[in-house]
């Protein structure tokens, strides 16, 4: 069965500085992976996804994740936060079908 | 460029009662996928439908049913409703059988608030 885990449910950054969410996966095979944001009040909004090409994978707003078989992780970043990077995100993976398996999501919060 | 649609985006009921969530998918997405988000919770699957048939079924209560009409939308019944009903529900549409991951687009959401 796929799931994935994310590592923190809350991470709090300062403006400028980097961002990193961590997030594991367990997949019997080789899994698609994607990054949601959802900020307050709004839907979820696609960041990036991995589906077994490149694995540094490029996305929106400056994200990027690198997908890591060997330590089944696919962990978000971005070099410089910004006060509109907060928000909630999850790392879901697909079970091989057309369903999403998500996490449980990293608050992030960004201080001026 | 069109998104999902869902209405209503608020909805307040007492318990007991019936509540119908809509979902317009984008244009010439096939498949359409509810979620529901629990207060502090992650979305959970509740069911999909592909072409107008349903195509997988998740953690959906007996009270709620759903179905994808002639023109693709597709309509989230729910009955008796209970207090812990109460959440986010989202839709999203895909187009099944493009190159690479199946990607889906979410709607903003139907808040369901049960009193």
């Known amino acids: 069965a796929q799931s994935v885990t994310q590592l923190d449910s809350h991470v709090s950054v300062s403006e400028g500085t980097p961002v990193l969410l961590r997030c594991n996966y367990s997949?019997?095979?080789?899994?698609?992976l994607f990054w949601y944001v959802q900020h307050p009040n709004k839907g979820l909004q696609l960041l990036l996804k991995?589906?077994?090409?490149?694995?540094l994978v490029k996305g929106i707003n400056g994200f990027e994740a690198e997908f890591k078989k060997s330590e089944t992780s696919f962990h978000l970043t971005k070099p410089s936060a910004h006060m509109s990077d907060a928000a909630e995100y999850f790392c879901?993976?697909?079970?091989?079908?057309?369903?999403?398996?998500f996490g449980t999501g990293t608050r992030l919060q960004v201080f001026p | 460029a069109a998104g999902v649609i869902q209405s209503p985006r608020h909805l307040i009921k007492e318990k007991r009662e019936t509540a119908t969530l809509k979902c317009y998918p984008i244009?010439?997405?096939?498949?359409v996928y509810w979620y529901q988000q629990g207060p502090g919770q992650d979305p959970q699957f509740l069911i999909s439908?592909?072409?107008?048939?349903?195509?997988d079924k998740g953690s959906i209560p007996d009270r709620f049913s759903a179905q994808q009409f002639s023109d693709y939308h597709s309509e989230l019944n729910m009955s008796s409703l209970e207090l812990g009903d109460s959440a986010l529900y989202f839709c999203?549409?895909?187009?099944?059988?493009?190159?690479?991951?199946?990607?889906?687009?979410f709607g903003a959401g139907s808040r369901l608030t049960v009193l």
């Open positions: 999203a549409s895909s187009l099944v059988g493009n190159s690479g991951a199946n990607v889906l687009t």
């Open positions: 997949s019997s095979y080789s899994p698609s």
């Open positions: 991995y589906t077994s090409a490149a694995t």
């Open positions: 879901v993976v697909s079970d091989g079908t057309d369903k999403l398996i």
């Open positions: 244009p010439r997405h096939d498949t």
């Open positions: 439908f592909y072409e107008k048939m349903q195509s």
